[in-house]
């Protein structure tokens, strides 16, 4: 379904959810407003591939629909390796274990309704986190990253992608305004722009590449770097000594 959700105007912008109402549009949404999500995702399987270790589990955190679970699944072939996404989003793991049984494999993946505050993380050799960090309170961002660093097994890797900002207003406006041209150029209007950023800026914090970069160190990672790139939407991977 075509995203147009914020297509009329509304009296009051409500906070932005991952309902159903998101789910059902979301393919569309994320595809029009993040440039080169397409290829980050089918990346990230390589990488999973690289990084998997037999008897570990690989984690896809904040998995939504499960583009992430589908890409890895394809690469994923050490012996009694499997896939874990996780989702605080009701509609979204409804429908992300839909989308997984929609394809066969024999790499056994588990969907489950889980805070990423709240489960215990089993020993793992890779875990990807697709722009959820930044609808984390935070304060409570480092928590999360020492979980993930002290869950992952020696020579694990930990991706994480997230949109940027820049302490320098300058250079924030001037890749801002690429990608509200992205934004444009896909179809979405000004009035669109205007109220998803309003529906989201109250619930969605986000950070420099300095500040995620020392977060990661702090939090006990070896290597950390940004590995894609795409204007103001980056991911990152950190590896664990």
Not at 128 to 134: I, K, P, S
Not at 136 to 158: C, D, M, Y
Not at 165 to 178: C, P, Q, R, T, V
């Amino acid at each position: 379904m075509r995203d147009n959700l914020y297509a009329d105007s509304l009296n009051k912008v409500k906070d932005f959810t991952f309902d159903e109402s998101v789910v059902e549009v979301f393919p569309d949404m994320i595809q029009r407003s993040v440039p080169g999500y397409s290829t980050m995702v089918s990346a990230i399987g390589k990488l999973a591939q690289q990084f998997q270790q037999p008897n570990s589990a690989v984690y896809d955190l904040g998995c939504s629909l499960g583009a992430a679970t589908l890409s890895m699944r394809k690469y994923i072939d050490k012996p009694n390796c499997k896939i874990i996404a996780l989702d605080n989003s009701v509609p979204m793991v409804e429908r992300c274990r839909n989308n997984i049984k929609a394809y066969k494999s024999d790499v056994e993946v588990i969907v489950d309704l889980a805070d990423i505050l709240e489960v215990e993380l089993q020993p793992c050799s890779f875990v990807v986190m697709n722009f959820t960090l930044q609808f984390i309170e935070p304060e409570l961002r480092s928590v999360v990253l020492s979980k993930i660093h002290n869950a992952l097994l020696p020579g694990g890797a930990f991706v994480m992608s997230e949109k940027l900002k820049w302490d320098d207003s300058k250079i924030h406006d001037a890749i801002n305004n690429l990608h509200l041209d992205f934004k444009r150029a896909n179809g979405y209007s000004e009035l669109e722009i205007s109220q998803k950023r309003s529906a989201i800026e109250n619930v969605m914090k986000i950070d420099t590449e300095q500040t995620h970069l020392a977060r990661l160190q702090q939090a006990g990672f070896s290597s950390q770097s940004i590995w894609y790139q795409c204007f103001n939407f980056a991911s990152f991977i950190a590896i664990k000594a």
